[in-house]
C-alpha cells in the first residue's frame, strides 16, 4: 500500500492520461500487456532515448525493460533515427511493393551471423513463427508442430500446449483457439530428450519450434549435450529444427545459433533487429530453400499463406540494416554481455547476503532471476517457481525508485547505452527492497 500510494503520488499526469483515454481502449491500454503493469495505472510514455525513458511527469528511469527485447538496441540509436529519415522522410516509400538495396544487405548480415542462408521478412515474431510453420508442413507433408511447455512464440495457436500430468492439454490464457491445440501439436519439456525421441517416433511432426535456451519463463539454459540431442533426433526423424531466437538473440550478434554452434534448418527473429521499428525475420537453410523452391507438388511461396502487405517493407529493412551494422555490432553485444555479467554476479552477491532461495541465470545482454533454487530445468518447474506478490512488490519498489522493468519478468536486458552506474543503482535499488522485505 506504500508503495501504491507514492506511485500515485509521483504520476498524476499518468493518471490523468489514463483515465481520459481509457473509455475507448480496450482494457484501457492500446495492447493488452500493458495493463499487466506494476502500478495500479499505466506509466504514460513522454520521451526515451538510449537506456532512458522519461514518462508523462517528467520522472525519468534507467530502463531494462527495453521493450521487452524490442529496444535492445537502446531507444531510437541515432543511426537508426538517420535511416529511418532518410528513407520514409527524404526518399519516401515506405510500402511500395518494391525491394531496395536494404533487403539483401540485411539478408546478407543476418545469413552471416546465423549461418543460415535465405531471408524473408514479415512485421513480427510472431508472423515469422505463423509463416514458417506452414512452409514447414507444406514441404514435409506432415500435420503436427511440436514445442517445448510453457515456452512463448507469439500469439501462434499451435504453440499454446503444456504438458500435465494427465498428458497434453491447451495453455491457459489462450483465448479463441481455432482448434483443439491437442490435435495439432506435441508438447515436451525442455531438456527432455527421452520425451521429445518419444513424441517424434510416430514421424508424423512437421517442426520442432523452440528457444535454444527459454526466455519466457525467467531463463532456462540446455543442459550439457541437450541442443545437440535435439539436431540429432529430429533430423533423423526427418523433422525441421525451428530455432526462434527473437529473444536469445540477447548471447550474441548470432544468437546462441552462431554463439553455441548450432545447426537449425530455419531462424525465427524479431523485436530488436531493427531498432524498435516493427520487423520479424525468417532464415532457412540452403538445403530447405532448394527444397521449397525445387517441390513439384506446390507452389509453396505464392500461395498467400506466407507474406503480408506490409512485410519486407523498405522502412523496416533500413531500420534494421543500420542498426545490425551501426548499433548492434559484435563490439556492442561484447559491451553488452560484460555489463550483464556484473549485473547477475551483483543479483548473485544479494542472493547470498540475504539467503534467498533464488538463482540468477544470465544469457549474453539479458539476466533474471527466479524465486527457486536450485534453477529450474524447463518450463513446468519455472512456472511452478513464480511469485506474482512478490514480483509485483520488488517492480513498484523499484519503480518508485527510477528503475523500469517488464512487468512480467524478472528481467534485467542491457543496451548498448546502458552503464555501470545503471547497473549500480539497480542493484542498490534491488538491495533496498530486499533489506526493507527482510526488515
Ligand atoms: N518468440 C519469442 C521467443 C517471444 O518471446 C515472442 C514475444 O515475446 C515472440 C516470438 C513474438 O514476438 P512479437 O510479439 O513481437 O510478435
Not at 509521483?10 to 503493469?37: D, F, I, N, Q
Not at 531496395?100 to 543460415?116: N, P, S
Not at 535435439?230 to 554463439?259: K, M, Q, Y
Not at 512487468?407 to 539497480?426: G, K
Request: with cysteine.
Amino acid at each position: 500500500a506504500r508503495e501504491r500510494g507514492e506511485f500515485v503520488r509521483r504520476t498524476p499526469e499518468s493518471r490523468r492520461l489514463h483515465e481520459a483515454a481509457a473509455p475507448h481502449l480496450l482494457g484501457g491500454v492500446p495492447m493488452t500487456w500493458m495493463a499487466k503493469s506494476a502500478g495500479p495505472y499505466p506509466l504514460y510514455l513522454d520521451s526515451a532515448r538510449g537506456a532512458r525513458v522519461t514518462d508523462a511527469d517528467g520522472n525519468r528511469y534507467v530502463d531494462f525493460c527495453l521493450g521487452d527485447t524490442g529496444a535492445m538496441a537502446g531507444h531510437s540509436p541515432a543511426a537508426t533515427v538517420e535511416a529511418v529519415e532518410r528513407r520514409y522522410g527524404r526518399l519516401g516509400g515506405a510500402t511500395a511493393m518494391m525491394p531496395t538495396e536494404d533487403a539483401g544487405a540485411v539478408a546478407g548480415i543476418l545469413a552471416e551471423r546465423f549461418g543460415v542462408a535465405e531471408w524473408s521478412f514479415s512485421l513480427s515474431a510472431t508472423d515469422a513463427n505463423r509463416w514458417v510453420l506452414r512452409l514447414a508442413r507444406a514441404v514435409t507433408g506432415r500435420p503436427r508442430v511440436l514445442v517445448n511447455s510453457f515456452s512463448y512464440h507469439g500469439s501462434v495457436d499451435e504453440s499454446f500446449i503444456v504438458t500435465g500430468a494427465d498428458g497434453p492439454r491447451a495453455r491457459p490464457g489462450n483465448v479463441g483457439p481455432a482448434y483443439d491445440v491437442t490435435e495439432t501439436s506435441r508438447v515436451v519439456e525442455f531438456n527432455d530428450l527421452a520425451g521429445l525421441e518419444r513424441e517424434l517416433a510416430a514421424g508424423d511432426v512437421a517442426a520442432v519450434l523452440m528457444e535454444p535456451a527459454l526466455t519466457n519463463m525467467g531463463i532456462v539454459l540446455p543442459e550439457p549435450g541437450y541442443l545437440a540431442g535435439v539436431r540429432e533426433l529430429t533430423r533423423a526423424a526427418g523433422t525441421l529444427l525451428i530455432n526462434d531466437e527473437t529473444h536469445t538473440f540477447s548471447a550474441g550478434p548470432g544468437g546462441c545459433t552462431a554463439a553455441w554452434g548450432l545447426e537449425p534448418d530455419v531462424v525465427t527473429l524479431g523485436k530488436a533487429i531493427a531498432g524498435g521499428i516493427p520487423i520479424g525475420a525468417y532464415g532457412l537453410s540452403a538445403e530447405l530453400a532448394d527444397r521449397i523452391w525445387s517441390d513439384p507438388e506446390a507452389d509453396l511461396v505464392d500461395t498467400g499463406g506466407v507474406g503480408g502487405t506490409l512485410a519486407g517493407n523498405a522502412l523496416s529493412l533500413a531500420a534494421a540494416r543500420a542498426t545490425l551494422e551501426r548499433v548492434l555490432t559484435p563490439e556492442a553485444f561484447a559491451g553488452m554481455t560484460a555489463l550483464s555479467g556484473e549485473y547477475t554476479a551483483g543479483v548473485q552477491g544479494l542472493i547470498d547476503r540475504f539467503a534467498l532461495p533464488w538463482t540468477v541465470t544470465q544469457l549474453g545482454a539479458r539476466s533474471e532471476y527466479r524465486f527457486a533454487s536450485p534453477a529450474p530445468r524447463n518450463g513446468t518447474e519455472s512456472y511452478l517457481a513464480t511469485d506474482a506478490e512478490l514480483e509485483d512488490y520488488l517492480h513498484l519498489f523499484l519503480l518508485n525508485r527510477g528503475i523500469f522493468l517488464t512487468p512480467f519478468h524478472n528481467m534485467a536486458l542491457m543496451c548498448p547505452e546502458t552503464s555501470s552506474a545503471d547497473v549500480e543503482l539497480h542493484l542498490e535499488v534491488l538491495g533496498a527492497a530486499l533489506a526493507d522485505l527482510a526488515g
